[in-house]
């Protein structure tokens, strides 16, 4: 590997500091949590982690695509001081602060569409799509949803009734919300009519017509189609064009409002600020978290001002929107403005060749797709039968963790690849040739 200022291993991982960590979480913490391996942080700079042992990681992971200008960036830092210094709460829910007011107006700004809009806040992804839930209902009257199958929209009791990304998220909670029915999405790669991508006629985005609103659901019964516009824990599948242009079309027949979840593919990780603007699809409800605010807990859900009517008192919560939160967000879509977005397109794009030029080296890698910096491989068996090399992608995500580079996976065998958006190309020959190491490490 290139010697590099980035990574360096001084002890066995996990280290012994590192290991007394673990010891205490796992006596005292909920083993729900799906840690792939020991990392135990310490601190974050930039694209680099350092472990509680004095190790350093390159971080592929940012910290579950949240670390949109990179760990600890000094302007967030500064606006976060300065913020915590003057007020740290004050609840938008029953007083009124600048912050709150200023960052709703710019999200209605950066997000698709030209009508009057409105910003709802919460603290993270799950409370933005609950909050999509109830006004969907609210607006439309209707109570029913159509989601997919491989989509993660989160794990509170609605959020939860969209996703169907693994049984262990829903087994021993339900009964869940009723009425949400799931159809396919279009995973190309595997597409169930073997297909090949781009030439076909894709039934997948006629199945709601065609199939679920002649058999099992009258489609004005439906409040919304929520949808994530790149899968993101499904596995990184990006859609066909026609995807967006079937939904848009059903969403206009039928009055059913269209929910995009941009919570990991937007705030510029693609290429753009929100993943639908590659589409030129505008949705009617957007809902973001993660990489909003560089790492504070924010969500948020955009609404045209006729969409969200909903009165007072409907919906709120006590720290949606607190002010550290809103000026880190600020502070972050500036950067992102200024700079992120194209950095993310341009390595993005360079990423993705450095990839494709190693799939020739590597049998095992079956699939590489993504836009901008959200980035999957995906792993096989055989490249013919395609058969899902889940355990392979469990040991290149221990194995990178060994070798200094922090990844994690999507889907049942895909890594995926989602830096901090500040990554340099540099950084990205060096996380290709890392995991490229690791497939030869693991005999693939
Ligand atoms: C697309 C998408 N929606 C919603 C969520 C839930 O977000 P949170 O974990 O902040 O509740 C996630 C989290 O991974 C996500 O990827």
Known sequence: MQANSWISIQTPLPGPKAQSVLEQDHRFVSPSYSRPYPMVAKEGQGMVVTDVDGNRFLDFSAGIAVCATGHCHPQIVKVIQEQAAQLIHMSGTDFYYPQLSALAQKLTEITPGKSDKKVYFGNSGTEAIEAAIKL????????????????????????????????????????????????????????????????????????????????????????????????????????????????????????????????QSGMGRTGKMFAVEHFGCEPDIIAIAKGIASGLPLGAIVASSKIMSWGYGAHASTFGGNPLSCVAALETIRLVEEGLIQNAKAVGDYLLELLWSLSEQHPAIGDIRGLGLMIGVELVKDRKTKEKAIDWRDAVLQQAFQNGLLLLGCGENTVRFMPPLIVTKEQAEIAVEIFSEVLKEIGH
């Open 136 to 263: 969907a209902r609210y607006a439309t009257g209707r109570d029913k949803f159509i989601a997919f199958y491989n989509a993660f929209h989160g794990r509170t009791c609605g959020s939860l009734s969209l996703t169907a990304s693994k049984p262990v998220q829903r087994k021993g909670f339900g009964p869940l919300l009723e009425g949400v029915f799931h159809v396919p999405y279009p995973y190309c790669y595997r597409c169930p009519d073997r297909e090949a991508p781009g030439t076909c006629n894709p039934s997948c985005t006629q199945f709601i017509e065609d199939v679920l609103f002649k058999t099992l659901l009258n489609p004005m019964e439906v409040a919304g189609i929520v949808f994530e516009p790149i899968q993101g824990e499904g596995g990184y599948i990006v859609p066909p064009q026609e995807f967006f242009s079937r939904l848009e079309q059903i969403s206009r027949k039928y009055g059913i409002l269209l929910i995009a979840d941009e919570v």
